[in-house]
């Protein structure tokens, strides 16, 4: 099991931009290779100085670009998140990293139960680095007398591929499968697929040759999201958090949020943060409830907040109750959650 970053990308960009400063940032589970490539890049390239940004970065909403440009950077690479865009901001480009782990024994055994659970059409979802085993593991289901698809990529997305936020090929094909097979070990992609699509989700866990089913632990941050949607009910000031993070600034979205909410009674606030934490948030004494247009994932995921801090889903759901409907179950079905 090896991760492979796309160097040769990397290098050919270095000779054409004539770089002297470069710039990386990428995932924890990726930066002591960025570390090593960058020490590597200083030696065959006589006067190249190597800086490796090291705060955690969470997708391709999450780059550095002018970060890059503050410390002098030529040229910045965004490790490991694999999308079909190429470049971001000015100087920032996009370099892939894949990971060559078999799912030959996983996928098997995941045939098999899904057989005897009365299965017979395949959704095949993956996030970045198992992009590359996709179709191996599509033959390996339809040897097996299954019907599988791959839904189309939208956006930045490649074919079967989903963010933590944005699940278009996976929801774009839920009405044509009976069962999502999430490709690698990440409970977070599976809980987001499961709740994108309403359908039952397995991950499958080439590294331990698992399969686990998703259900209980999206119902349960389903209960957990609908219950702090009912607490932010009551309250009557609220603050509106706009994302920092390059990808995530949604100012305009928040401000008709902000007017909405102060058109049906509440008190409002536009607030702008980079990183949302129940420390900063608690700072904020006279705010009762918060709502956030950055990274849906911090409302759904297990962060602990003393106030109640509602995604643009939620939001959504809490107007529709501040304005006289019930709460519906499929608050997260939907192709994204921005």
Known sequence: MTITVDESRIRELIRQSHSKRIVFNAPDGLLKITRELGDSLEKEFPGLKSIVISDPTYGSCDTVDVDAQRLGGDIAFHIGHNVTVQKFGKI????????????????????KLFRELGFSRVGLVTFAQHLGEIQHVRKIFEDNNFQVVIGNGMG?????????????????????????ALLGQ????AVGLALSTAKPTFVLDPYANEIEDVQKTADERLKKSILSIYKARDAENFGVIIGLKEGQIMTEQSIKIKDKLESLGKRAQLIALREVTSDRLNAMTDIEAFVQTGCPRISVDGYTFSKPVLSVPQTDALINLLSGKEIEADIFVRRNWL
Request: with cysteine.
């Open 92 to 111: 920032t480009y996009s370099i892939d990293a894949y990971d060559d782990v078999n799912f030959d024994t996983v996928a098997t055994k995941a045939s």
């Open 156 to 180: 930045q997305l490649h074919d079967g591929q989903i963010f933590g936020c944005e699940f278009y090929p996976a929801y774009n094909t839920r009405d044509k499968v009976d069962v999502m």
């Open 186 to 189: 990440s409970m977070f992609h």
